[in-house]
C-alpha cells in the first residue's frame, strides 16, 4: 500500500501563484514516476506534469512554461509550483504515483 497526501489548494487570482506539495508514505519502491492530474466539473481527468526517480520531466502543452514539477527524494516529496495562473486551471489537483496510487486531491481556484 503507498498513501499520498497533497496540499497546496487554494484561491488565487489569475497572474498568481499556487505549490502544491504530494508526500508517499508506505511501501515505496525505489524507482518511480510521480505526478499531477486534474479534473474540472464535467470533464475528464487530465495528466499535467510528471517526474522520475532520475528527473525526467513531462509537461502538458497548456501549462508549459507555467509549472515546474519538482522532488525531494529523501522526503519522497513531489512539488508542483504553479506561476501565471488562469481560471482554466481551475480544477481538483490528484498526485498520482506509477499510475497506481492517487491522492484524495486538493482544490485549486483561480478566479478574480
Known amino acids: 500500500q503507498v498513501q499520498l497526501v497533497e496540499s497546496g489548494g487554494g484561491l488565487v487570482k489569475p497572474g498568481e501563484s499556487l505549490r502544491l506539495s504530494c508526500t508517499a508514505s508506505g511501501r515505496l519502491s525505489s524507482f518511480w514516476r510521480m505526478g499531477w492530474y486534474r479534473q474540472s466539473p464535467g470533464e475528464q481527468r487530465e495528466l499535467v506534469s510528471t517526474i522520475t526517480t532520475f528527473g525526467n520531466t513531462y509537461y502538458a502543452d497548456s501549462v508549459k512554461g507555467r509549472f515546474t514539477i519538482s522532488k525531494d527524494n529523501a522526503k519522497n516529496t513531489v512539488f508542483l509550483q504553479m506561476n501565471s495562473l488562469k481560471p482554466e486551471d481551475t480544477a481538483v489537483y490528484y498526485c498520482?504515483?506509477?499510475?497506481?496510487?492517487w491522492g484524495q486531491g486538493t482544490q485549486v481556484t483561480v478566479s478574480s
Open positions: 498520482n504515483r506509477d499510475g497506481a496510487w
